[in-house]
Nanobody, 119 residues
Framework: QVQVVESGGGLVQAGGSLRLSCAAS????????MAWYRQAPGKQRELVAA???????NYADSVKGRFTLSRDNAKNTVYLQMNSLKPEDTAVYYC?????????????WGQGTQVTVSS
């Protein structure tokens, strides 16, 4: 069964930086595309950044040039370096496979990590 543990969130002022980490288990990590998603209050969950098993990355337009996604297959871990943070980046951030993993009929999500950016 897939499990992910997200960490690294916190409260930061606008313009600041955070580095999120996601440790995954229960999957063949090195053959899975991985991604960070986020959900702000009252909004739908959205894909922020994705990385293929080969290391190619894609970013939402809203974070291009500010966020950098990387992976360490030896550690089954993906990282999201977030720079020049804006208040609109405030959300709970989740990592998952692409597409999101399923457990039976349900989509699996970890507990996420809260990112709050103050203005």
């Amino acid at each position: 069964q897939v499990q992910v543990v997200e960490s690294g969130g916190g409260l930061v002022q606008a313009g600041g930086s955070l580095r999120l980490s996601c440790a995954a288990s229960g999957i063949m990590f090195n053959i899975n595309d991985m991604a960070w998603y986020r959900q702000a209050p009252g909004k739908q969950r959205e894909l922020v950044a994705a990385i293929t098993r080969g290391g190619d990355t894609n970013y939402a337009d809203s974070v291009k040039g500010r966020f950098t996604l990387s992976r360490d297959n030896a550690k089954n871990t993906v990282y999201l370096q977030m720079n020049s943070l804006k208040p609109e980046d405030t959300a709970v951030y989740y990592c998952n496979t692409v597409p999101p993993a399923r457990q039976g009929p349900f989509v699996y999500w970890g507990q996420g990590t809260q990112v709050t950016v103050s203005s």
